[in-house]
């Protein structure tokens, strides 16, 4: 910093000690004023004390039950009992400021009219939609969890919209997957219904085939040509006839049969994974898991988070004691330019009497 910047601080703090020590009587009456108006004005009459209510909770790892206590899948590293990260986290901040749970608190508590806002109102609803947004905060803290924090002037009502808006939310999340998983169970309970009956067609017809005679295709097949064989060195031609007629039938239907317990067999297999499918969608569609760990719940608060008002008392007097001491200063100022002015006046009259 060079010297010339040093004298000029030098100076600007000289004339502002001069004039706190000149005007100290008048700065304290300044202060007194401020910090009493700032009590006054800061007080329940002029603004309305808020309580606040917080709730904190963390998202879990995973939302559905059949992939986590169902599924076979042993790549699933999800834990029912594992806290989310950063993606639940976002997942569930989403939800809090969607319209969805905004608009049933709105209605619950009837917010309209406490806040005061008249029905006939040109923009109601902007207001309102304002009221609620300044009153209800929702953020991630610095460890992962979501805070959600609710201000009113009814201390008992805070705690209890914030609790509701955390009980809203584990609700909706609910109700939004439960329509996507009661489609996927029908979906899936349909596809499994017809695979149930496409075997039970087959195997119908496989028992019709069995009362012609077809049992096992290969195995009587290999039994009948060895029998036969047996009765054409005996030449029993009545055997022979017996004989032939059932390699007839195994001819005519043998086919159809070894098609249709193939097709049976590979159908099974499906309808094995279809239920296992089945099995899934349904416990997804019927039963629920908690969305949330709530790690503390809200409770009335005992004084008021809003105004705080030993920092409205503290800025007040400094701002009132700050512009007074710059009025002061320009004041002075003015008045020392007048008097250097009337001065030179003086000085250049005197000297032209002087002259003459």
């Not at 559905?64 to 639940?88: A, H, M, P």
């Not at 032939?244 to 043998?254: E, N, S, T």
């Not at 994974?273 to 005992?302: C, G, M, N, W």
């Amino acid at each position: 910093m060079s010297s010339k910047n040093k004298s000029r601080q030098l100076f600007t703090s000289a004339v502002l000690f001069s004039i706190v020590i000149k005007y100290r009587k008048a700065l304290l009456v300044v202060a007194v004023l401020a910090i009493v108006l700032s009590i006054v004005f800061s007080g329940p009459y002029f603004i309305t004390p808020l309580y606040k209510s917080e709730v904190i909770l963390y998202p879990t790892a995973s939302n559905s039950i059949s992939k986590v206590l169902l599924s076979n899948n042993f790549n699933n590293t999800k834990d029912v009992l594992e806290f989310g990260e950063d993606e639940q986290t976002e997942q569930l901040l989403q939800v809090l400021n969607s319209n969805k749970i905004r608009d049933k608190i709105i209605e619950k508590y009837d917010l309209i009219n406490h806040y005061r806002i008249k029905p006939n109102e040109k923009y109601r609803f902007t207001r309102l939609y304002k009221e609620y947004a300044d009153n209800f905060n929702f953020r991630r803290t610095e460890y992962m969890a979501v805070q959600i924090t609710v201000l009113d002037r009814d201390a008992q009502l805070a705690a209890d919209m914030a609790n509701d808006v955390a009980r809203l939310l584990d609700s909706t999340i609910n109700g939004m997957q439960k329509k996507v998983a009661v489609k996927a169970f029908r979906i899936v309970a349909s596809e499994y219904q017809k695979q149930i009956n496409l075997i039970k067609t087959k195997e119908d017809s496989l028992t019709k085939l069995r009362e012609l005679g077809v049992h096992d295709y290969e195995s009587q097949a290999e039994m009948f040509n060895r029998q036969l064989a047996i009765e054409m060195a005996k030449g029993n031609t009545q055997g022979i006839k017996r004989l032939q007629k059932k390699l007839d039938i195994l001819a005519r239907y043998g086919g159809a049969y070894v098609s249709l317990r193939d097709a049976l067999e590979h159908d099974k297999k499906q309808l094995s994974q279809l239920k296992e499918k089945y099995e899934e969608a349904r416990v997804d569609a019927e039963d629920r898991l908690p969305h949330t760990f709530i790690v503390s719940s809200a409770y009335k608060a005992e004084k008021s988070a809003y105004p705080i008002r030993w920092l409205i008392v503290v800025i007040s007097t400094l701002s009132s004691l700050l512009l007074f001491i710059v009025v002061i200063g320009i004041i002075d100022s003015l008045k020392n330019n007048e008097m250097a002015v009337l001065k030179k006046k003086r000085v250049n009259h005197i000297e032209k009497k002087a002259l003459l």
